[in-house]
C-alpha cells in the first residue's frame, strides 16, 4: 500500500508564488517515477509535470518556465515550485508515483490564484 500526503496549497494572488509538497510512505522504491496532476472544478483532470529517478522532468505546456518539479534524494518526497502563477493555475493538485506499473494519486491540495 502506497500513501501519499500532498501539502503547501493555498490562495495567492496573480504572478505570486506557491510549493507544494507530497510525502510518500508505503512499498516505495527509489527508482518511481513522481509528478503532479491537477483538476479545477467541472474539469478533467490534467497532467501538470512529472519527474524520473534521474532528475528528468517533463511539464505540460502551459506551465514550462514557471513550475518546477523536483525530488528528495531518497525519493520519498516531491515538491512542485510554481511561480508566476495565473488564475488559471487555480485547481486541486494531486501528486502522483508509479509504483511498478501501479499509479497512485494523493488526496489533493487546493491552489487558488486570485487576480
Known amino acids: 500500500q502506497v500513501r501519499l500526503v500532498e501539502s503547501g496549497g493555498g490562495s495567492v494572488q496573480a504572478g505570486g508564488s506557491l510549493r507544494l509538497s507530497c510525502a510518500a510512505s508505503g512499498t516505495i522504491f527509489s527508482g518511481d517515477v513522481m509528478g503532479w496532476y491537477r483538476q479545477a472544478p467541472g474539469k478533467q483532470r490534467e497532467y501538470v509535470g512529472i519527474?524520473?529517478?534521474?532528475?528528468?522532468?517533463d511539464y505540460r505546456n502551459s506551465v514550462k518556465g514557471r513550475f518546477t518539479i523536483s525530488r528528495d534524494n531518497a525519493g520519498n518526497t516531491v515538491y512542485l515550485q510554481m511561480n508566476s502563477l495565473k488564475p488559471e493555475d487555480s485547481a486541486t493538485y494531486s501528486c502522483y508515483r508509479l509504483v511498478g506499473i501501479t499509479p497512485y494519486w494523493g488526496q489533493g491540495t487546493q491552489v487558488t490564484v486570485s487576480s
Open positions: 519527474i524520473t529517478s534521474t532528475n528528468s522532468t
